[in-house]
């Protein structure tokens, strides 16, 4: 349950503190004091979308906080865990803290357990703690979403599993699907593709391309290209190593030998010119290696180099056209021959792969007809249970004569079954039972909907329900079976309304009054708890607008006396 609820600088309200208590509790206060603000101050602390223009003016941010106390076995605790939040722990319990701020800017903030968190975290904790129905929920309620919501989440745990199932194999039978009906219908295309890759794939089979052969050859068209200049090289530069027709003692190898022998003879002498011996010598080494290489390499030169430079001619113009159509490179023609074998292999297969879907979406499309009719029974035996308590409940808020009826009718299949939900509302014993959207009044639509409120709350009980002015169009013995039910409801959770009815705060455990005062050209708002005495005169005021008529105030202790008995 909420133990406390802090509001600054929200609407009208500079800063107020609700205390709560378990059972009923209620707000009230004139029009536009600012009761709406408290809803909206639950709102934000349930992750609902912040608006800049709730923060009271000249205010740099609106915040709402709330204190939150909840049994050691909660599922909530360990969320606030995973969210890296605190929960202060005592004996019989746990309390939870859950912030909310609004900057004048817009920008929002959650904070967890004294943790910042995303709000996304803040909504999904507020779920399981709090409840919200305002007028708005009244409209929601007229709509087939939001009635088969009611129905399913009646219907239990093992229905949420069995459409939990049902869901998975739909999503795997359209995926199916889709991939069929494209399949079929781009076949003609794919055909096309098929076949060019074909033709594309064939032509580079027959050239036979090898991994960088465009740049060998390159390399090796541009060398036959000057091999006769490169072989007359070679041979001079070989001649002036070791070449014998210079003469005795000419060639560099001769010379090099002559001056190796002239500083051996004195190495001795002196160490330093020992080391230039030394090195003349491997100078010699060297001169007989570069010799031997450039013979090896006149070796090497092809004495056909026109023939062979004609067929690299050839091949390099094969390699060319390949490289003109497909990619840049041949190393790149081979990549996106890879790639497009693939592919094709892919396309020649779409007949099997569509004899396999077609196979698949038929199976898939029997276990989900098998799927569909449980869930339709179900939700058959659940809206005879939920038609009926509901039904038992609005006798209870002065709707005797009325009768809640629930159809499930069969509808085209879709992602939450094969039914269509209708919730009607018979008035009376021989009318026609009319879609609670259109043949209910704003008050039978805030009775239906706090009826069905009632009855799920006794199968997924919440620990907090939040009322908004859910008794909107409600007046005299109606208003009195309200605030009746709602104080029944609280025996069992906790429960906080926002109501102008006084027969609705009669009832209440706790009432919170919202006062607007004016000073200084600014208005704002207080919030506090009031005593037997004030809770008299605030009855009166709502009563008859006349909080010190003594008549109204005996109106008012006669409400209360009548609810307390």
């Known amino acids: 349950m909420i133990e406390e609820i802090r509001i600054r600088d929200l609407g009208v309200i500079a800063e107020a503190t609700l205390p709560l208590e378990p059972g009923f509790n209620v707000v009230t206060g004139e029009t536009g004091a600012g009761k709406t603000m408290v809803v909206t101050a639950v709102g934000l602390l349930l992750g609902a979308r912040s608006d800049a223009g709730a923060v009271r003016l000249s205010a740099k941010a609106a915040a709402a906080e709330a204190t939150v106390q909840l049994s050691n076995e909660h599922s909530v605790l360990q969320q606030v865990a995973d969210a890296g939040g ?34 996304a975290v803040l909504a999904e904790i507020g779920q399981q703690l709090v409840v919200v129905h305002g007028q708005s929920d009244q409209i929601r309620l007229k709509s087939a979403a939001a009635q ?118 004195v190495a001795e002498h002196d160490e330093s010119l020992a080391a230039v011996a030394a090195r003349v010598a491997e100078l010699g080494y060297l001169i007989a290696d570069a010799a031997a290489e450039l013979s090896s390499y006149l070796s090497t030169l092809d004495a056909d180099a026109p023939g062979r430079l004609a067929a690299i001619e050839d091949r390099r113009g094969e390699l060319g056209a390949l490289t003109r159509k497909y990619a840049p490179s041949i190393d790149e023609v081979l990549q996106w021959a890879a790639a497009s074998r693939a592919r094709l292999d892919e396309l020649q297969d779409d007949s099997s792969r569509i004899e396999e879907l077609q196979a698949e979406v038929e199976a898939a499309d029997a276990e989900l007809s098998v799927l569909s009719n449980e869930l339709t029974q179900q939700r058959r035996s659940a809206a005879v249970e939920l038609s009926t308590r509901v039904t038992k409940e609005l006798a209870a808020l002065a709707m005797a004569e009325a009768k809640l009826q629930i159809e499930v009718t069969d509808a085209a299949r879709g992602p939450q079954g094969a039914d269509e939900i209708a919730f009607l509302l018979q008035p009376h014993p021989g009318s026609p039972a009319r879609p609670v959207g259109k043949g209910a009044s704003g008050g039978e639509l805030s009775r239906v909907m706090l009826a069905i409120e009632v009855v799920l709350a006794a199968v997924d009980p919440v620990p907090t329900f939040v009322f908004d002015e859910v008794d909107a169009g409600v007046g005299g013995k109606a208003a ?73 105030q005996a109106h008012a202790q006669e409400l209360l006396d009548e609810a307390r008995g």
């Open 86 to 119: 605190e929960i202060e722990s005592f004996q019989g319990g746990a309390e939870l803290l859950l912030t909310r701020t609004v900057a004048a800017d817009g920008r929002s903030r959650a904070i967890v357990g004294g943790r910042t968190a995303p709000i």
């Open 148 to 265: 088969r919501e009611a129905l399913d989440s009646f219907a239990g745990p093992k229905f949420a599993v069995a459409l939990e199932e049902y869901q998975n194999r739909y999503q795997r039978w359209r995926q199916a699907q889709q991939e069929l009906e494209h399949l079929r219908s781009q076949g003609r295309e794919r055909a096309a593709q098929a076949a060019e890759l074909s033709t594309a794939l064939a032509e580079i089979d027959q050239v036979d391309p090898q991994p960088n052969e465009d740049e060998d050859l390159k390399v090796e068209a541009i060398k036959l290209s000057n091999v006769e200049s490169l072989r007359l090289a070679a041979g001079q530069a070989q001649e002036a190593l070791i070449a014998s027709e210079y003469g005795d003692d000419v060639d560099a190898s001769s010379l090099v030998d002559s001056a190796k022998r002239a500083l051996e003879q």
């Open 480 to 552: 009195v079976e309200i605030g009746r039910r709602l104080a029944m409801l609280a025996k069992h959770v906790q429960v906080l309304v926002v109501t102008h009815l006084p027969q609705v705060a009669a009832f209440a455990d706790n009432h919170i009054r919202v006062l607007k005062t004016s000073e200084g050209g600014f208005t704002s708002s207080d919030v506090r708890a009031l005593g037997d005495a004030e809770r008299v005169r605030e009855l009166a005021r709502m009563l008859a607008g006349q909080e010190d008529s003594a008549n109204a």
